[in-house]
């Protein structure tokens, strides 16, 4: 099925002024034109575009998922490049997921505390740490 890139838009959340600079900077090279010269967009331009965002929302830069589309398309010779990029990533998140859990165990810590505090009608402040 081929989709418009408004359409595309509409699906994916991303403008279409987003889609064209990605497209630009060559993060779409498999997106085809119609006679007409529009693009035309397949369920297979939609999971690039939803890799595209995993990277990137995981703070991969622009230029580094340049690069693995660069290498996917040069074929199984990268392969090894891919995966060494991917486990890298991994790793990247899971040390923003830790950052992001301890957090999470400071909020929780807070919400005891009000919460306790709210049902005492007081907060004992010798007990409130900053």
């Known amino acids: 099925m081929g989709y418009s890139i408004g359409q595309v838009a509409k699906k994916t959340g991303l403008s279409v002024h987003t889609l064209?600079?990605?497209?630009?900077?060559g993060l779409l090279p498999f997106v085809r034109k119609n006679g007409?010269?529009?693009?035309?967009?397949?369920?297979?331009?939609?999971?690039?575009?939803e890799l595209i965002e995993c990277l990137?929302?995981?703070g991969?830069?622009?230029?580094?998922?340049k690069q693995y589309i660069d290498w996917y398309l040069e074929g199984d010779s990268?392969?090894?490049?891919?995966?060494d990029m991917f486990k890298q990533q991994k790793i990247?998140?899971?040390?923003?997921?830790?950052?992001?859990q301890k957090h999470m165990n400071k909020i929780n810590y807070k919400i005891e505390i009000y919460t306790k505090a709210v049902a005492?009608?007081?907060?004992?402040?010798?007990?409130?740490?900053?």
């Open 60 to 65: 991969l830069p622009l230029k580094g998922i």
């Open 56 to 58: 990137k929302e995981t």
């Open 92 to 100: 990247r998140v899971e040390e923003q997921m830790a950052k992001l």
């Open 120 to 130: 005492e009608g007081t907060l004992h402040l010798e007990k409130e740490t900053a």
């Open 20 to 25: 064209r600079y990605y497209e630009k900077e």
């Open 78 to 83: 990268t392969l090894q490049q891919r995966l």
């Open 36 to 49: 007409s010269g529009l693009r035309v967009f397949s369920d297979s331009d939609l999971g690039w575009l």
